[in-house]
């Protein structure tokens, strides 16, 4: 800074300047040795600082820069009133260098999924005027973008974020002084998963029981490591995990109830994907086959000979309850109804009257009776009845003609 002291009849006092954003003033004022001033006014370039005449001699700067540096006076007017002028001063700003670079990310740690906002913050501690930010990728340094303020801080902005920026980011900060660099940042771009596909390798054309099946799951995009789930009706078979990214295999030795819809899962964190379903049929052997059919027609036998002894016990039941038990007496078979009768030893004619006769127990206490009515025959009292035998039997006695019984005549009982 240059600094110069005029004389006669005032004196300029100038204190040194440094560019600042601080409310630091310049003090420039006058000193009157002679005569009293009533107001002033100050200058740069030919141009009037402030507002004009002020009754203060002394104008405050809050904050200069480099572009303030030039030359200055100032004019006083006295009470007479007369107007005088100082001599000029040339003062120079000097600038603060650019200090301490650092690039910072946002979100913090440079980890940033695909599709989000990153935002590459470049600031400097310590520095004054207008400052160059560049940004840069890469370790050779392609260039993404300048921008130049008055300020500490600045930003670059990517709104959504590609798998292809992830890469080393650093930035420069210029005021005039040299450009001053930061350190070099990582910027990591997780992806998610796409959807996998699943694939089934089997040993030969037909699949049987017994033979062993390899799974292989796969997502073609996605960020490691990436976890692996592998379904058979939506019933987990087992899982495993990629670090490195890339597919996975799982080995299945199948049996009958393998068959059936298979899926795999890929997940890292930031959303699972599922496959496309994928139909396995297993063939079953021969032998499985007949071991299986006798399984079922003994099955059914059994089935067959239970039933069978349960109707066979039932019948037994039933007869055993329908025969009459030994307790009971056996009664005489009963005697078919005669086919005629005639009283021999009277002219009177009889009131019909039943006879009853028991017949054998069918069940239990229940006994079953046949009544028979037996027609009497009238015949006149004139008529001289014919001689038979019965003229030599006893008339106190009621004599009857009674069917003989054949061999067709068969106690019914046995028909029950």
């Known amino acids: ?5 005029l004389v006669s009849p005032w004196k300029v006092q100038i204190q040194p300047l440094v560019e600042t954003y601080a409310d630091f003033g310049a003090p420039l004022h006058f000193v009157n040795q002679q005569e009293p001033l009533v107001q002033f006014r100050f200058f740069r370039y030919g141009r009037v600082l402030g507002q004009g005449w ?7 700067v809050a904050a200069v820069w480099r572009e303030d540096s030039g030359s200055y ?8 009133p007369r107007v005088m002028k100082s001599k000029g001063i040339c003062i120079h700003v000097q600038r603060v260098p650019v200090h301490d670079v650092r690039l910072e990310t946002q979100p913090p740690g440079g980890h940033v999924a695909e599709g989000e906002k990153l935002v590459l913050v ?19 340094g392609l260039n993404l973008e300048t921008k130049t303020q008055r300020s500490l801080t600045a ?47 089997a040993p030969g054309a037909q699949v049987l029981v017994g033979d062993t099946v390899e799974l292989h799951c796969e ?25 490195s990214g890339g597919g996975m295999y799982f080995n299945l030795s199948l049996t009958a109830k393998h068959s059936g819809n298979y899926s795999c899962e890929a997940d890292n964190g930031l959303g699972a994907q599922r496959s496309e379903v994928v139909t396995l049929n297993i063939t079953v052997p021969t032998e499985d086959r007949i071991d299986l059919t006798s399984v079922v027609i003994e099955g059914l036998f059994g089935i067959l000979g239970l039933i069978t002894v349960v109707l066979l016990f039932c019948c037994w039941l039933k007869r055993k309850i329908g025969q009459p038990s030994a307790r009971d007496p056996v009664r005489s078979p009963p005697l078919p109804p005669p086919r005629e009768s005639t009283y021999l030893n009277t002219t009177t004619p009889k ?31 004139t008529a001289e009845p014919p001689r038979t035998c019965a003229d030599d039997k006893d008339f106190s006695v009621i004599y009857s003609g009674v069917k003989k019984v054949t061999i067709m005549d068969v106690d019914y009982e046995n028909d029950i």
Do not use: H
């Open 351 to 381: 009131q019909r009257q039943p006879i009853y006769e028991n017949v054998n127990v069918v069940r239990g206490d229940e006994v079953y009776s046949l009544a028979y009515c037996m027609q009497q025959e009238w015949q006149p009292a």
């Open 155 to 201: 930003k670059l902005e990517i709104p959504a974020v590609r798998e292809s920026d992830a890469d080393q980011y650093y930035c420069t900060a210029d005021n005039g002084y040299g450009p001053s660099i930061s350190t070099l940042v990582n910027v990591t771009v997780t992806i998610p998963v796409s959807q996998p596909v699943l694939t089934l390798r």
């Open 54 to 60: 002020n009754k203060s001699s002394q104008l405050q």
């Open 1 to 5: 800074m240059e600094q110069k002291v």
């Open 219 to 243: 997502a073609q995009r996605g960020s490691p490591p990436i976890l692996y789930r592998f379904y058979c009706n939506d019933v987990t078979l087992g899982s495993s995990s990629a670090p």
């Open 73 to 80: 006076w100032c004019e006083a007017q006295t009470a007479a």
């Open 122 to 140: 470049c600031l400097v501690t310590q520095a004054t005027g207008d400052i160059n930010f560049l940004w840069y990728r890469g370790a050779l």
